[in-house]
């Protein structure tokens, strides 16, 4: 494909667009997933910052090159606009992708288990540390929500209920369950094994439930 001078500069506008877009949506938090908390564990949070959106921003070129619908180009309608978006050498785009990964790869953020979670009772609007003790009324139900205190991306991998206050468990949806409690008294516990901003590295949280 033969491309113009003023198509490639194009181009390569666009595509610094995109990256400083992504940049400040990430350093405004709007970015999805909370990357802003997880770029933040870096070594250098403003080098990491700057490589994730050149990743990001190079990918997001890539995918609308081969006809992939990306929300800031869908909003663009025009055949000069897929001009300038297709005037960017695929080498370059490349070669800016090669760049970002090498870089971001020494500054990415360390791999680094959950130091604790809260447990939110939203049904009674109640929050526990672990290790607190939760009073509950006999067959109460109860909708509990796990998180990080620090908004950190936290992912629950199992729970776990042992003692007579878990007759039966309601739905499960990754950080949130649902439990009915018996009328048993005796020592019962809600385990949580949690990772957190897309690391490997898991922690155990317990939180100690009595029925009243």
């Given at each position: 494909?033969?491309?113009?001078?003023?198509?490639?500069?194009?181009?390569?506008?666009?595509?610094?667009?995109?990256?400083?877009?992504?940049?400040?949506?990430?350093?405004?938090?709007?970015?999805?997933?909370?990357?802003?908390?997880?770029?933040?564990?870096?070594g250098?949070?403003?080098?990491?910052?700057i490589?994730?959106?050149?990743?990001?921003?190079?990918?997001?070129?890539?995918?609308?090159?081969?006809?992939?619908e990306?929300?800031?180009?869908?909003?663009?309608?025009?055949?000069?606009?897929?001009?300038?978006?297709n005037?960017?050498?695929?080498?370059?785009?490349?070669?800016?992708?090669?760049?970002?990964?090498?870089?971001?790869?020494?500054?990415?953020?360390?791999?680094?288990?959950?130091?604790?979670?809260?447990?939110?009772?939203?049904?009674?609007?109640?929050?526990?540390?672990?290790?607190?003790?939760?009073?509950?009324?006999?067959?109460?139900?109860?909708?509990?929500?796990?998180?990080?205190?620090?908004?950190?991306?936290?992912?629950?991998?199992?729970?776990?209920?042992v003692?007579?206050?878990?007759?039966?468990?309601?739905?499960?949806?990754?950080?949130?369950?649902?439990?009915?409690?018996?009328?048993?008294?005796?020592?019962?516990?809600?385990?949580?094994?949690?990772?957190?901003?897309?690391?490997?590295?898991?922690?155990?949280?317990?939180?100690?439930?009595?029925?009243?």
């Amino acid at each position: 494909m033969k491309r113009t001078i003023p198509e490639i500069f194009s181009g390569l506008a666009i595509f610094g667009l995109i990256t400083a877009l992504v940049g400040f949506s990430i350093f405004f938090g709007i970015f999805p997933g909370n990357v802003e908390n997880w770029l933040l564990r870096s070594g250098d949070p403003r080098q990491a910052l700057i490589f994730f959106s050149l990743m990001a921003g190079t990918i997001l070129m890539m995918l609308a090159r081969v006809g992939v619908e990306v929300v800031p180009f869908s909003m663009i309608k025009g055949d000069n606009v897929k001009r300038y978006i297709n005037g960017l050498p695929l080498w370059v785009l490349f070669f800016f992708l090669t760049i970002s990964i090498f870089g971001f790869a020494n500054v990415s953020p360390t791999c680094k288990a959950p130091e604790t979670v809260v447990f939110e009772d939203i049904t009674n609007q109640r929050i526990f540390q672990p290790a607190n003790l939760m009073e509950v009324a006999p067959n109460e139900s109860l909708t509990i929500i796990a998180s990080s205190p620090d908004k950190s991306q936290i992912s629950c991998i199992s729970w776990e209920f042992v003692g007579p206050a878990f007759p039966t468990l309601g739905a499960k949806d990754d950080c949130q369950v649902n439990i009915t409690f018996s009328d048993q008294p005796g020592p019962s516990y809600i385990t949580l094994l949690a990772t957190q901003n897309f690391c490997n590295e898991a922690s155990l949280f317990s939180l100690e439930v009595q029925v009243k």
